[in-house]
Each structure stands twice: as structure tokens, then as C-alpha cells.
Nanobody, 110 residues
Framework: VQLQASGGGLVQAGGSLRLSCVAS????????MGWYRQAPGKQREWVAL???????IYEDSAKGRFTISRDNAKNTVYLQMNSLKPEDTAVYYC?????WGQGTLVTVSS
């Protein structure tokens, strides 16, 4: 399975972006998916996780602002990010099972 992440870009603080991660194969049977991010000079951290049972968890800073979802029919996992802050600036990576996407850069200006 190969993953293609997209949707990053430059946005002003308070703005929104929707990240997408499309898998080359079926993700129907893959349980765990998630979004992670790595800011300059920092380690990669998880942002949001989702499983097939609909269980979702968010990192504290993402709660109330970010929404993770999956569309098995489209082999895609999404991350809707609202009320973006400069501290959200990072390269965002998707993970589906044990597979990782290439990352998409999100830059939030103040």
C-alpha cells in the first residue's frame, strides 16, 4: 500500500485546511490510521488516531479544532483542521496501518 498525502499549504492563523491521505490499495481491513506531525527541530508527534470501530482520539492541542475521518470506499483518511494556530506549523504525515505517507507541509502565519 502506498499513501499520497495532500492538502497542506500556507494559511493565516484562524484559517482552515483539509488534509487527505489516499491509499493505493483497500484500507477497509486496516484497523488503525492516524495523522502525525513534525515541527522544525522537534520529534514527530501524533495528532489524531482512528480505528475501524470509530474510536477516535486527539492530542490535547487538536481537541475541538481538528477532525479525523476515514472513507473506506475512497481508501482515504482525512484531517480537517480549523482555527489553525502558528504552532500548528509542521509537516503532517498520515499513517494507515504500518504504511506512512510522504508528508505535507502546513504553514500557519500569524
Amino acid at each position: 500500500v502506498q499513501l499520497q498525502a495532500s492538502g497542506g499549504g500556507l494559511v493565516q492563523a484562524g484559517g482552515s485546511l483539509r488534509l487527505s491521505c489516499v491509499a493505493s490499495g483497500s484500507i477497509f481491513s486496516i484497523n488503525n490510521m492516524g495523522w502525525y506531525r513534525q515541527a522544525p527541530g522537534k520529534q514527530r508527534e501524533w495528532v489524531a488516531l482512528i480505528n475501524t470501530g470509530g474510536f477516535i482520539i486527539y492530542e490535547d492541542s487538536a481537541k475541538g479544532r481538528f477532525t479525523i475521518s476515514r472513507d473506506n470506499a475512497k481508501n482515504t483518511v482525512y484531517l480537517q483542521m480549523n482555527s489553525l494556530k502558528p504552532e500548528d506549523t509542521a509537516v503532517y504525515y498520515c499513517r494507515i496501518g504500518t504504511f506512512w505517507g510522504q508528508g505535507t507541509l502546513v504553514t500557519v502565519s500569524s
